[in-house]
C-alpha cells in the first residue's frame, strides 16, 4: 500500500517543492523532505526509505525508538525529533535523533546540556520558535528568543543548526506568510547580532502549507499525510 502510495504522491510533491523553490528564486536542491511517519506502521518507513527518502520524522520518542529499533542501526534513515519533547524525557532523544527540531525552551536546553554524557559529540537541534504567537504553540516567543539565544548558543553540548517553527492550520496565505517570513527573519538577524551563530536550516512547512513555506525560505520540509495518506485509525 504504502509503496503504490509513494510512487504516486512522492513526484507530484517534489515537483511542487521544486516549483515553489523556483517562485522563490531558489535552488529546489536547497529543500530536504522529511517523511512524517507518527503513527504509521513500518512498512511505511520501509517504503520510504526504498522510494530514496532518508528524512524520517516522529513526533514521540518513544515511537522513534521503538522504529529505529525495528529498522535496526545499518539502515540509512536519518532520524528527526519534531515533536514536543518533555524535560523529563530529554536526556533520552541524544542517542535517537540525528537533529532535535524542537528545543522550545531554555529550561530544556539547559536539561540538555545537564544531562549530557561526558565527551559526547553536540546534539545537532533547531530552536523552536511559535513565531504566529498561538498560545497553543510551543516555542520561545521572538521576544525571550532574542533574550535567550546568546545562551543557548553558549552551551557545548548543543549544536545549533538553525530555526523551525509552526503555522497555524488555516488557509490565510497572509497569515502563513507572516509566519514564516518571520523564522526566516529572525534567522537572518542572529546570524548578523551572533557571529558563533552558523545555523543554515530553517524547518517550516507541514502538508497543507509546504509551498509557501519553501517560498519563504524553508530547507525542511515536513511532509506526513501529503506524502503517505491519513495514519491508520
Known sequence: MYSRLLAENLPRVRERIAQAADRGGRDPASV??????????????QAALEAGIRDLGENRLGELEEKRAALGEDTP??????????????????????????LDSLKL???????????????????????????????????AYR????????????????????????????????????????????????????????SMGMSNDFELAVEEGSTLVRLGTVLLGERPS
Open 32 to 45: 530536504r523532505l522529511v517523511a512524517v511517519t507518527k503513527g504509521h506502521p513500518l512498512e511505511a518507513l
Open 77 to 102: 534513515a536519518i532520524w528527526h525529533m519534531i515533536g514536543h519533547l518533555q524535560r523529563r524525557k530529554a536526556p533520552g532523544v541524544r542517542p535517537m535523533a540525528h537533529l532535535l527540531h524542537s
Open 109 to 143: 536546553a539547559q536539561r540538555l546540556e545537564r544531562t549530557a554524557p561526558e565527551g559526547t559529540a553536540p546534539l545537532p537541534v533547531l530552536l523552536q520558535v511559535n513565531t504566529s504567537g498561538e498560545e497553543a504553540k510551543y516555542g520561545f516567543s521572538p521576544e
Open 147 to 202: 533574550d535567550q539565544v546568546g545562551e543557548v548558543l553558549s552551551l557545548p553540548s548543543l549544536k545549533v543548526e538553525g530555526l523551525m517553527t509552526m503555522a497555524p492550520f488555516t488557509e490565510d496565505e497572509g497569515v502563513l506568510r507572516a509566519t514564516f517570513r518571520g523564522l526566516r527573519e529572525l534567522h537572518e538577524e542572529t546570524l548578523s547580532a551572533h557571529p558563533e551563530y552558523q545555523g543554515a536550516e530553517l
